[in-house]
């Protein structure tokens, strides 16, 4: 069971002197915005949080940061409109406008 990296080990004194290995579970990293790389605020770390508290009530929400879902949103609307094509777009960004879209 503590073979997984999903245990760290730590390594402990008792006190009669004797070296033990304790094993604990790895925290959680904080989520990431796969555009930009920045850390998403209002999710916690914690792996426990009910459901509600994982993610944004909001477009994208739990998924991108504010500002990259703010540019998403203005790049879909200009490819609705005309004013640019698909291929102007970013490779990163593409997916989300897709989604956008075809919402």
């Known amino acids: 069971?503590?073979?997984?990296?999903?245990?760290?080990?730590?390594?402990?004194?008792?006190?009669?002197?004797?070296?033990?290995?304790?094993?604990?579970?790895?925290?959680?990293k904080m989520p990431h915005c796969p555009i930009c790389g920045s850390a998403l605020n209002g999710i916690p770390t914690r792996q426990r949080a009910p459901r509600s508290r994982k993610s944004n009530s909001r477009l994208f929400?739990?998924?991108?940061?504010?500002?990259?879902?703010?540019?998403?949103?203005?790049?879909?609307?200009?490819?609705?409109?005309?004013?640019?094509?698909?291929?102007?777009i970013g490779i990163k960004q593409r997916n989300y406008v897709l989604q956008m879209i075809s919402h």
């Open 1 to 28: 069971m503590h073979r997984s990296s999903s245990f760290r080990r730590l390594d402990r004194v008792t006190p009669k002197q004797r070296h033990v290995i304790h094993y604990e579970r790895k925290r959680g």
């Open 61 to 88: 929400g739990g998924v991108l940061c504010a500002t990259c879902t703010g540019t998403v949103i203005k790049l879909a609307s200009r490819i609705e409109q005309g004013e640019m094509k698909l291929n102007d």
